[in-house]
């Protein structure tokens, strides 16, 4: 799950990290009042939305102005000005796609004396199984160019779950970032305190782009993207209060009610399969073919009928949708279970797409039975390979 930036500094400031001072507004009459509290004389008004390069983004509407997403004001009058701009306005990042996202927060904040930027993310190293500290010279920019371009400047310094943050994980990111004396003792004192924040909230990702040093001899923490750990936010009531559900795509947030791991993506083939990895394969083997998959969606191991169903009618109200597989294993989840869920779904949305079905595993002959008893318009498939094959075929008309 991911947070906004002024949620995310408010966290790291809850365990002392130095960020700036900031209030966030929800519309415009709210501008001046903010810009009042904070006193100036600069400020700068962020959008806030879940993708990077707001900086640099523009906006669809021509009312919105020429700036990017991120401007500095010199007066109460521009921070009215940029927030009437850019409210209910559409924002187009490299992270957004074409399609944007609507502006609807912003976070008005006290504007910065900067004399070096730093890139610096805290993250979980797969590989290690251990927590990370990424950081580089090369602060405020897209850090995936620094990697592919200069792939010297990134050091990663990990960090033993057994004793924590030490004074010498510190004294590493100092050195990595040319920092000594003061600020290399506020280096380390920041490690500690964001590495505290990360285990305690199951965060799965902190970026701060860029970490800043102030004309005045101070870290600054002058950007936070935060995402956290979705199995572990049980855990966080108070992190879930954070949820802004605008910032997610529809299809993702019916399936979060049902417990179904589903994220949408751009082709056409809907897929609905049972386990993360033969998802993966799935996705794959429909690229293999020639097409692109409209969406990942694991229903698990333990799927009752109810949320077979569920996931069957989030796939075929997604109009990107041409075809549709099923793709199922069964072990713990038997497939007649999945039978019955796709029957009961299509008597209820109907069937508009060809639908291929691959069953194999427990109950899979009472499975098949079900299906060929349904009366419904079904592809079988008897492997993989063959259920790809089919439903693109079927997909391009054949």
Request: net charge negative.
């Amino acid at each position: 799950m991911n947070i906004h930036e002024y949620q995310g500094k408010a966290l790291l400031k809850e365990f002392g990290a130095p960020v700036s001072r900031g209030v966030a507004i929800f519309s415009a009459d709210e501008a001046e009042a903010a810009a009042k509290e904070l006193g100036g004389p600069l400020w700068v008004v962020k959008s806030q939305i879940h993708a990077g390069g707001r900086g640099k983004g523009k906006f669809k509407e021509a009312a919105a102005g020429e700036k990017g997403g991120v401007r500095l004001a010199k007066s109460i009058e521009e921070v009215k000005l940029f927030a009437q701009q850019m409210l209910g306005n559409t924002l187009v990042t490299i992270q957004t796609g074409e399609a944007g996202k609507q502006v609807n927060r912003l976070y008005i904040e006290d504007g910065s004396d900067i004399e070096k930027e730093f890139y610096l993310s805290a993250l979980v190293d797969r590989e290690t199984g251990r927590v990370a500290f990424v950081v580089s010279t090369e602060g405020g920019v897209d850090i995936e160019q620094v990697a592919h371009d200069t792939p010297e400047k990134i050091h990663t310094i990990t960090i033993d779950p057994a004793t924590g943050a030490m004074p010498h994980h510190g004294r590493s990111v100092a050195k990595a970032l040319g920092l000594s004396g003061d600020l290399g003792k506020q280096a380390g004192d920041l490690v500690s305190k964001l590495y505290r924040a990360f285990v305690a909230k199951d965060v799965e990702m902190l970026e701060i782009n860029p970490l800043i040093v102030t004309t005045d001899g101070n870290l600054r923490c002058l950007d936070a993207k935060v995402s956290f750990d979705s199995n572990a936010l049980y855990r966080h009531p108070e992190i879930m209060e954070l949820r802004d559900l605008t910032e997610e795509d529809a299809k993702e947030i019916e399936a979060s009610k049902f417990d179904l791991a589903y994220i949408a993506l751009d082709g056409t083939i809907g897929c609905m399969v049972n386990g993360a990895g033969l998802a993966m394969a799935t996705l794959d083997i429909i690229k293999l073919y020639g097409e692109e998959p409209a969406n990942f969606l694991d229903v698990g191991g333990g799927a009752s009928e109810e949320k077979v169903t569920a996931a069957f009618k989030i796939i075929t109200a997604d109009p990107s949708v041409k075809g549709i597989l099923v793709n199922i294993f069964g072990g713990i989840m038997k497939c007649d279970v999945i039978a019955r869920g796709v029957i009961a779904a299509v008597k209820t949305v109907g069937l508009q797409v060809p639908l291929v079905v691959r069953l194999e595993g427990t109950n899979v002959e009472e499975g098949k039975q079900i299906i060929r008893e349904s009366g419904l318009n079904v592809i079988p498939a008897d492997d993989l390979d063959d259920a790809a094959q089919k439903i693109v075929n079927a997909v391009r008309g054949g």
